[in-house]
């Protein structure tokens, strides 16, 4: 979810710590890819019904256990007491306050033990278990009254009569009958088409000290989620996609209700396209959400719209917006456990949405009027908006950001001021060692005349007489931006003596819905020419040695570095992660579907050439970059067996310099959160082949075993 500006003393708050004396910066050291372990993060900050207390997940490494660890915190909004600890962990998170603020809800889970629901009185005393499902619960939801608790669980009635059996369950075939074309998921494994998410209530009842019966509301094939309650405590809304097979359509879900007592489901909103976080109105007449009305053709990427539904009738509020609804700015820090959410907030009179909003690679606050669509700007700054939650009444908002410099913190949200307070400080010690600098942001014409917009890393204390190498970063998704949120990778490079250039090409979003879509049929291809042209102008600059350029990028960035070596020879190394190189395959591995014509046209056995034309291994005998691979071996989303390893055979095939650099058990999201020792191992072998080949250092642990 995306003026009135902040007051020049809130946005001193950002940029304090950069404000220091050139003999204060000669004490500080570059930061390490170590320092990664040091780290915290602020995850799900939920604020309390009175405003007066934040709750938020904790998320710490634990390098012993080579894992993150969870707790959860509390925090006062006056800032005057520091943050105290209120669970030990180390697999809490979720909390949700009861209505009344006297009690948390949160889920606890164990190493191999599905999250349960916990309940954590504040007036003290230990937590206690409220519901204990074979499958576990999501995130509870309180109803208006606090004695009744939705949440969703996968469990069937097979595995509650399986569970209350006791003893050691019978031995099922572990043979698979797959009828689905999607049938896996990257970071969840196989999928059961049987136990999907359901709605499930269990009564809260302070005197029981063990844990009460849940029971189902809904059953049936089709997956709910997103729950919410009317202010009556009499409807449950939910949303669902009711299409067997959806991967053949274009995007569609609906909003529904049911009653807590059971019985029918009831449609509440239906468009030409998905529907989500449904937020009722306060007189609760009203329904506010995100989502689109699917174009009559397929785009490669579609921006998301608020919406108010009234009378049967869905009005787009946003048609004149044409940025993203939601901030999601590419990085590497954001909290590798806990849940984050942004919805959408009514004020208390039901005239206005406050949300978040993603502008040019910055996440912020707008308010939008629910009558006539008119925005007004709440906050501006250079920064990510992770999550936030917001008292009943909308005049509080907990707020967890990031920016260039910063992890993430945990900040105080006045809309009536658009104030940002900033209430934790969880890696202040560890940057006040470091010397750490925001980059440059630039913008330059491509070969088209279009504007990119580009931000320039510089190594600390960099010599204005000196040529430096330089790292090109292309980023994936395709389509999700760079911009003002915390890169470690990038930080480290450049404390390292690079000069790094991040690229927001044509295909990245946040910059309006003609620009984000400019690659659908064309990817890649435009966007390299807007890589290049990057390159072109920062060299000009005059800083950097042109004989000494890398790239580098992840799953779409990937491809594209793939994609690079094989139309220029002007880089002198490469480093493709997690990367698609042959599409042919990629359309038959990974783990969805492309069979709505988003990318392509086509499919590869009707039109093979047009995936082989986009396929980067098909032009590798033009190859001369010395390449390496990185790679999870439990990748689904992009399977090495379509990305790095043909890469890597084709090159080996002709006696070209290549490696390849496996990751047992690490999936897709290796770099965001993949165990902390192979996060550490992942920069070290980047920073080792960049060293090697544009510094000449002697590094032989590439060499041919």
């Known amino acids: 979810m995306r003026k009135s500006i902040i007051a020049a003393a809130v946005f001193c708050v950002f940029t304090a710590t950069l404000l220091v004396t050139d003999t204060a910066r000669a004490e500080k050291r570059p930061i390490t890819e170590k320092d990664f372990l040091r780290f915290q993060w602020v995850a799900d900050p939920q604020i309390s019904p009175d405003g007066s207390q934040v709750t938020y997940v904790l998320v710490t490494v634990n390098e012993k256990e080579d894992r993150y660890d969870t707790s959860l915190w509390q925090v006062s909004t006056t800032g005057s007491l520091p943050p105290r600890r209120l669970t030990a962990g180390p697999w809490d998170g979720a909390p949700r306050w009861a209505p009344d603020g006297r009690t948390l809800a949160f889920c606890r889970a164990g190493e191999r033990e599905a999250p349960q629901i916990y309940l954590l009185q504040m007036s003290g005393g230990e937590a206690r278990k409220l519901t204990d499902l074979p499958k576990g619960t999501s995130p509870a939801v309180w109803s208006p009254d606090g004695k009744t608790i939705a949440f969703t669980s996968s469990a069937t009635a097979a595995d509650l009569e399986e569970k209350k059996k006791g003893g050691t369950p019978p031995r099922k075939s572990d043979v698979r009958i797959i009828t689905r074309a999607i049938y896996r998921l990257d970071g969840a494994s196989w999928l059961d088409p049987t136990s999907v998410p359901h709605i499930w209530l269990v009564a809260v009842d302070f005197n029981q000290t063990e844990p009460a019966e849940a029971k189902p509301l809904t059953s049936g094939k089709y997956a709910e989620g997103d729950l919410s309650w009317n202010r009556e405590g009499t409807k449950i809304y939910f949303v669902s996609n009711r299409v067997d097979e959806p991967y053949y359509f274009p995007p569609d879900s609906n909003a529904y209700w049911i009653s807590p007592s059971g019985g029918e489901t009831h449609e509440l909103i239906d468009i030409n396209g998905p529907v989500g976080d449904v937020a009722p109105s306060p007189e609760g007449a009203r329904f506010a959400f995100a989502g689109f009305i699917n174009p009559p053709q397929v785009r490669s990427n579609i921006q998301s719209e608020v919406f108010v539904f009234s009378n049967g009738k869905a009005v787009n509020l946003t048609a004149g917006y044409d940025y993203e609804i939601g901030s999601d700015v590419s990085g590497d820090q954001r909290p590798p456990r806990g849940e984050d959410s942004q919805p959408l907030v009514w004020t208390s009179d039901g005239k206005a949405l406050i949300l978040a909003t993603m502008q040019q690679g910055r996440g912020n606050f707008v308010r939008i009027d629910a009558a006539t669509g008119r925005l007004e700007q709440l906050t501006t700054g250079n920064h990510d908006i992770f999550a936030y939650s917001a008292t009943p009444d909308a005049t509080k908002f907990a707020v967890t950001l990031s920016d260039t410099v910063r992890v993430c913190d945990l900040f105080l949200f006045d809309p009536a001021n658009g104030k940002l ?285």
């Open 421 to 705: 307070t900033q209430l934790t400080d969880l890696n202040g010690g560890l940057f006040s060692e470091l010397d750490v600098r925001p980059p440059e942001e630039i913008w330059y014409s491509s070969f088209d005349g279009r504007k990119i917009n580009a931000w320039i890393l510089k190594p600390p204390g960099v010599d204005p007489g000196k040529k430096y190498p330089l790292i090109l970063q292309i980023h994936g998704g395709p389509h999700v931006p760079y911009g003002h949120t915390m890169y470690h990778e990038f930080l480290y490079l450049a404390a390292k003596g690079y000069v790094v250039l991040f690229v927001n090409p044509r295909g990245s979003t946040s910059y309006g819905q003609e620009f984000s879509n400019l690659i659908q049929f064309r990817y890649p291809g435009d966007d390299f020419k807007d890589l290049m042209a990057g390159v072109d102008a920062v060299v000009k600059r005059g800083y950097v040695d042109e004989k000494r350029l890398g790239v580098t990028g992840g799953s779409g960035g990937g491809l594209l570095t793939n994609w690079t070596v094989t139309q220029t020879n002007r880089f002198a190394a490469a480093v493709s992660q997690r990367s698609v190189a042959d599409w042919q395959a990629f359309w038959y591995t990974a783990d969805f579907t492309l069979f709505t014509p988003t990318w392509f046209r086509s499919t590869p056995f009707l039109n093979p050439e047009e995936f082989l034309a986009r396929s980067p291994v098909r032009y590798a005998a033009k190859i001369q970059t010395p390449m390496m691979f990185i790679e999870g071996d439990s990748d689904l989303r992009a399977p090495p067996g379509q990305g790095g390893e043909p890469m890597f055979r084709a090159l080996k095939a002709q006696r070209k310099t290549a490696v390849m650099v496996r990751f047992p058990g690490e999936t897709h999201d290796l770099s965001r959160s993949g165990k902390p020792s192979h996060r550490v191992e992942r920069l070290q072998h980047i920073g080792n082949w960049f060293d090697k080949y544009l510094l000449g250092k002697e590094i032989k642990i590439y060499d041919l075993q």
